[in-house]
């Protein structure tokens, strides 16, 4: 199964994001994602056999995070895929930290590949056609977190469904 670790979005951050992604949606086109699905991706792992799945659970189910407040400031593209995000400073140090942290435990685990940078950033839409950001509102959101997630990412003709496996202790 193909699993990924996130930070899930409190209910009126996500209600602000999915609002953003109608902004964006309106001018850009292309896929919007749903409100349920708006996260932002800390570790990657790909495929992972069921076996790893359960150790992964149990790993997440035990762990507890540094709370951390992650500011949101800008738009931003990734050209190829079309993909439309929101992100911030990128240097945002307790987010690298803890991604840094994570992948401390994963690598040993064998599951994903540490990137070699980390962009942390939401997207908010794919398969974008129009890709000029310039006339977006500022923005200036504060994403205040204490636990991460464990997700299970199904891919469809529709897109990927995510399911939460496991949650950090908060
Ligand atoms: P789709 O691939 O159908 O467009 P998706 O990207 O939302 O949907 P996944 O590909 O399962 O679903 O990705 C889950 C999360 O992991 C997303 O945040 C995605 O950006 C991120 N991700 C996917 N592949 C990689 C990768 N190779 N490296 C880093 N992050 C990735
Ligand atoms: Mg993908």
Redesign the pocket.
Known sequence: M?L?V?LTPPPELRARLGELADIAHARCGGRRMPDA?L?V?LA?LGEVTEAQAAELVAWVQGLSITPGEWHINRWGSFRRPGIVWLGGDEGAPALQRLQGRLWGTLEPLGVGVR?ARYIPHV?LL?RATVLDLDPFPPIALTWSYNQLELIQ?T?DER??RYRSLAVSQG
């Open positions: 193909r990924f996130a699905s996260h991706t990657f990137p997207t794919r990412s891919i897109g990927a």
